[in-house]
């Protein structure tokens, strides 16, 4: 039965099958069913979940706590299932989940800025002003795509100032943007009921064909009439309905929490279940140059109860083998606890989770100086290093040089795999 | 008999506060331009009626050798509309349309175009346009730079038209606040996290008024041009001296600028040093004035070629040499003729650097006003003729020019400064919201990528598509529904308001078809709504052409 909340019960799937015939994408309608959660083995595409921690989260405050030191803060760590593993005491219902993810307590960058941070941090690639690197999700679409979707292939979640991007590959690439997750998705109902609607797209076909003629092949390269058809599949898609979470259990929406990051984590289980293999979830507001510690405290009310439920329905429906999990941010936070009890950026000794879709799990990498004098952690991690494994992990070939749009040729990532992970 | 007063005072509140919204309203919504400019009088001078020749010449010749036939010449409702999405970034209204039909004589497009130049809408848009290319698109670090007082520091510049290598002298060199001398952002866009990025700066003077990428100089030899780091850093040098202080943008001629050599991590000083036309470099002035003297000197081709190049891109769409800021170097013009860019580059500096000038020139030549339909389905000589410049290339419109579009098509009458406090508010925040959500091409806004579904979404359903699509009193939509014209008109009124051009037969006639089925207004109105909704939709309206 087509009950799907987003749709307008005026304009069903059938009449828009009607307007869609000979249009490019129509054979695909016909529903089959490409749920990654019914396949198993090699048979299953690898999905990447990026939980990204907007404003730069600290390091003390999260998975790599010096409690008891001069920048400890007030803070107090608790022990993790991972063995050696201990995180902090902000986070009791993610350290029963931990076991099977890996901690980087040593990533480094170079870019202490937010936005130029974020664009490192999210491409593998430090800014430059000619070139528009694209974000790890992007990659992964473009060299692994998933056909048989009717929804958007790289989703970002949660607000963001900068989401995903296609970038020299493509906007086409871009992450599709929901900004509400769980609750809207924007500009998926027709404005006007079924018989109106029909009559719209006949107009359309009249005007656009007028516009063809003596621009034929030109029309056809803007990919305009495509770009239409594939969104009018998508507005009748059932596939959307992996967007709702209306239909999950009372008490599973309560685990995640009732906040857009929690809601967010859901979708994105849902999401990788039905098959899309790139998606970003947004939780801004790490920035903490004042009041770290009750910063903090707010943040982790969100992520713990979000994170954690994502881990443990992903195992509990055998989806992490295949899904990758990485929460990390832009950089980490100073050591030193400045006079507003907050902390400035920190781009070197940083932490980051990472796990899932077959990665070694249960590894500790690197560490920072118990005594904030050291800058550089131990081991350090480039970023690139970090996308390089990820990249490797799922059979993508990460040496591979695309040409950018200057004529340069561009590995998608230039970073080396961490040994540790693989 | 003293509460009662005292009630009758505050009874007296809510009056006087809407009284003193109603004036506000009405002085803001007041004209704060006496009139909209009347078409001009000609200044054509016979100088420029040359260039346009020679322009002209250059593709003629090309096209002969090449054995391509140029398209048609478009008719004169579709250079109007190209006019518009080039100068305001958006298509004409119809009281627009109405007053260009009741001009007379075969110049009336050079006039028109004058009239479009002169409009501040004109100053405005493309301040948005030269802003990208100089500082880009991020709003950066709210403290010290601020975008908005940079652009309109260049509105008021391009209305005044001020000269441009006069314009570029004053980025290049100017000191003071960010806030009360606007032009310092150039300057101030490139600090981050407290520092001054010179790097950034080098790379971005060069790109946007040399039209040259030297970027990977930076770092290392250029791979395949002939940038050398040493040029890069010596060019960098010229920014060494510059440093942002609580006064603002200041030279202090105590610094010296240092670089950390890669191999020994010792650091070593650079001097100033430009990689060529070492005899442009003048011996007075600081060193942001002797860089930018050089960069804008008349000698100095790359400056007017990129320019030329940069006005072309802008005016349609696709920029003469792609990418707008890779160009090859001047040829000896003693040994080859000249190309377009030299061409449009001497008449730019024999005349004074006059922005507008150029603009006239490069609409005023054959290539702008080809038609974008050819006779052929060939693929490949469709291409050619692309190349060439001998068929009009069919380029998307922008966000900004799309939410402009659609906003114009909206109304009958023209959005400008003259239009009413509501009106511009509602036009701000429906463009900041709608280029927000359809998604920004950033400074990369001249490649060419195909339009996405969040955006083809966000035509069809979205909130502003819905608001403006539906009738109303107000709008075009409820207006053209209930004029008391024939059908046809209608129909007619429909397509001049949203294309810029008539309907088709077939098209007519669909439409008329369902007008005539109507039996009340309310019909009527809800056909005149999908017929929008189409033409909205319709790629003629997200594509120039």
Redesign the interface.
């Given at each position: 039965m087509f009950d799907s909340t987003y749709l307008s019960s005026k304009f069903s799937r059938r009449d828009l099958c009607k307007v869609a015939v000979g249009s490019t994408l129509s054979f695909m309608l016909p529903g089959f069913d490409l749920k990654a959660a019914q396949k198993r083995g090699p048979e299953r595409q690898k999905s990447v979940i990026v939980l990204w921690m907007g404003g730069g989260p600290s390091q003390l405050e999260t998975w790599d706590p010096h409690p008891g030191t001069a920048i400890g803060g007030p803070g107090n760590a608790i022990k993790t299932v991972v063995p050696g593993l201990q995180i902090s005491d902000m986070y009791p219902l993610l350290a029963e989940q931990l076991e099977g993810m890996s901690v980087i307590r040593s990533m480094v960058s170079k870019e202490?800025?937010h936005?130029?941070g974020t664009k490192y941090l999210k491409t593998g690639y430090r800014p430059?002003?000619?070139t528009?690197y694209p974000a790890l999700g992007a990659i992964i679409i473009h060299e692994r795509p998933n056909k048989s979707l009717e929804i958007?292939q790289h989703i970002s979640m949660g607000n963001t100032q900068y989401p995903a991007r296609g970038g020299y590959l493509?906007?086409?690439l871009?992450a599709?943007?929901v900004q509400d997750p769980g609750k809207n998705i924007?500009?998926?109902?027709?404005?006007?009921g079924s018989p109106?609607q029909n009559?719209?797209l006949e107009?359309?076909d009249?005007?656009?064909?007028?516009?063809q003629?003596?621009?034929?092949?030109?029309?056809k390269?803007?990919?305009?009439?495509s770009?239409?058809d594939?969104?009018l599949t998508?507005?009748s898609s059932e596939q959307l309905h992996a967007f709702e979470i209306e239909k999950e259990p009372d008490s599973v929406r309560k685990a995640y929490g009732d906040s857009s990051f929690g809601r967010g984590c859901l979708v994105a289980r849902r999401l990788v279940e039905q098959g899309v293999h790139s998606i970003e979830v947004n939780l801004s507001g790490w920035d903490s140059h004042a009041n770290n510690f009750t910063g903090h405290q707010t943040q982790a009310k969100m992520l713990d109860p979000a994170f954690s439920s994502l881990l443990k329905d992903l195992k509990a429906r055998d989806l992490l083998d295949s899904t990758i999990v990485l929460c990390i941010g832009e950089f980490g936070r100073t050591p030193k606890i400045n006079p507003l009890e907050g902390r400035d950026?920190w781009p070197t000794g940083f932490s980051c989770i990472v796990g899932g879709g077959g990665l070694k799990g249960n590894v500790i990498i690197g560490e920072t100086d118990p005594t904030g004098k050291e800058k550089k952690p131990t081991e350090p991690v480039q970023i690139q290093d970090l996308y390089a494994t990820i990249l490797q992990n799922l059979k993508i070939d990460y040496k591979k040089e695309l040409i950018s749009?200057?004529g340069?040729p561009l590995a998608l990532s230039d970073g080396t795999p961490i040994e540790k992970l693989i | 008999m003293k509460p009662s007063s005292h009630n009758w005072k505050i009874a007296c509140i809510p009056f006087c506060v809407v009284g003193l919204v109603v004036s506000l309203v009405a002085w803001a919504s007041s004209s704060p331009v006496a009139i909209s400019p009347k078409a001009p009088a000609l200044t054509v001078d016979n100088s420029m009626t040359s260039t346009v020749e020679q322009v002209d010449q250059f593709f003629e010749k090309q096209w002969a050798k090449q054995q391509t036939t140029p398209a048609d010449i478009s008719d004169d409702y579709l250079l109007l509309r190209r006019l518009s999405l080039a100068l305001h970034g958006t298509i004409p209204s119809l009281e627009e349309l109405r007053e260009f039909e009741a001009m007379q004589g075969a110049d009336r497009i050079q006039r028109w175009t004058q009239k479009l130049l002169e409009d501040r809408r004109f100053a405005d848009y493309f301040s948005e346009r030269f802003t990208r290319a100089y500082v880009g698109v991020e709003q950066g670090q709210f403290i010290i730079f601020r975008r908005d007082r940079f652009k309109a520091w260049l509105s008021e510049q391009i209305q005044a038209n001020t000269p441009y290598d006069e314009l570029v002298r004053t980025l290049i060199s100017a000191e003071g606040l960010w806030t009360g001398d606007p032009e310092t952002n150039f300057i101030t866009s490139a600090s981050a996290d407290g520092n001054l990025d010179r790097n950034k700066l080098t790379g971005s003077t060069v790109r946007a008024f040399l039209g040259q990428r030297i970027d990977c100089a930076q770092c290392h030899d250029h791979p395949f041009d002939h940038w050398k780091q040493s040029d890069f850093e010596g060019l960098t040098a010229f920014y060494g001296q510059v440093e942002i202080q609580v006064l603002g943008v200041r030279q202090n001629e105590e610094l010296k600028y240092e670089v950390e050599d890669r191999e020994t991590l010792k650091k070593r000083t650079v001097s100033p040093q430009v990689p060529f036309l070492n005899e442009c470099l003048p011996e007075e002035g600081t060193l942001r004035e002797k860089l930018a003297t050089w960069v804008t000197h008349p000698q100095n081709r790359r400056f007017e070629r990129a320019a030329a190049n940069r006005f072309w891109g802008l005016v349609f769409g696709v920029p003469y040499f792609d990418p707008v800021d890779d160009l090859p170097a001047p040829t000896d013009l003693s040994e080859s003729d000249p190309d377009v860019l030299d061409i449009l580059g001497q008449d730019f500096r024999e005349n004074g650097y006059d922005i507008k000038r150029m603009i006239q020139t490069i609409v005023a030549s054959k290539p702008f006003r080809l038609s974008s339909t050819s006779q052929t389905d060939d693929n490949e000589q469709i291409e050619r003729a692309t190349d060439a410049w001998a068929l009009f290339p069919l380029v998307r419109l922008r966000p900004e020019q799309i939410i402009g579009s659609m906003l114009q098509a909206s109304s009958l009458k023209t959005i400008d400064q003259n239009s009413n406090l509501f009106m511009r508010g509602r036009r701000f925040f429906s463009e900041l919201d709608f280029v927000r959500e359809y998604g920004d091409l950033g400074s990369d806004e001249l490649n060419d990528f195909p339009g996405t579904i969040p955006q083809a979404l966000l035509r069809m359903n979205g909130e502003f598509a819905r608001d403006n699509g539906s009738a109303s009193m107000l709008n075009s939509v409820g207006r053209v529904s209930q004029l008391d014209i024939s059908d046809k008109k209608r129909v007619e009124t429909c397509f001049l308001v949203c294309l810029t051009r008539l309907p088709t037969n077939l098209e007519r006639d669909h439409f008329l078809k369902q007008y005539q089925s109507a039996t009340n207004p309310k019909q009527r109105e809800k056909i005149t709504e999908d017929l929008f909704w189409a033409l909205y939709n319709s790629p003629e309206f997200s594509w120039n052409h």
């Open positions: 202490g800025d936005e130029r430059e002003p000619t528009v958007p493509g906007g086409y871009d599709f943007r924007g500009n998926m109902r027709a404005g006007v109106r009559r719209r107009n359309l009249i005007v656009s064909q007028a516009f003629k003596g621009r034929t092949i030109q029309t390269k803007t990919l305009h009439q770009t239409i594939r969104a998508m507005m950026h749009p200057i340069r | -």
